[in-house]
């Protein structure tokens, strides 16, 4: 199991920037994917961006690709989300989560059944 733990989240302005971060403990090295994830008030959690631990490659939702930009220290166990040009539709809770059950080379982990841990979440809240 791993344990993860998001830092970064508040308030900022529309147009913006946050950099968010998720530390990884415990069983990290099982890790082949880890993501982003974000749920806004009565609406469902919704994917935002992924990376292969293993060969960082990035894989975004439409609504944040050439804002966002993930990546990872594999030494420091971290995970991180550059949030740019940031919308008041970005406001949500944003959790990380950890995915140690490898598909293929080429897989997309976009799901939230793909990951097996999550983290307990961060609010991001911009304003207009």
């Known amino acids: 199991q791993v344990q993860l733990e998001e830092s970064g989240g508040g308030l900022v302005q529309a147009g913006g920037s946050l950099r968010l971060s998720c530390v990884a403990s415990?069983?990290?090295?099982?890790?082949?994917?880890m993501g982003w994830f974000r749920q806004a008030p009565g609406k469902e959690r919704e994917f935002v961006a992924t990376?292969?631990?293993?060969?960082?490659?990035?894989y975004y939702s439409d609504s944040v690709k050439g804002r966002y930009t993930i990546s990872r220290d594999t030494a420091k166990n971290t995970l991180y989300l550059q949030m740019d040009r940031m919308k008041p539709e970005d406001t949500a809770a944003y959790y990380c989560?950890?995915?140690?059950?490898?598909?293929?080379?080429?897989?997309?982990?976009?799901?939230?059944?793909?990951?097996?841990?999550w983290g307990p979440g961060t609010q991001v809240t911009v304003s207009s």
């Open positions: 989560a950890s995915s140690a059950s490898y598909r293929h080379a080429a897989y997309v982990y976009a799901d939230e059944d793909d990951y097996d841990d």
């Open positions: 415990g069983h990290t090295f099982s890790t082949i994917a």
């Open positions: 990376i292969n631990w293993i060969l960082d490659k990035t």
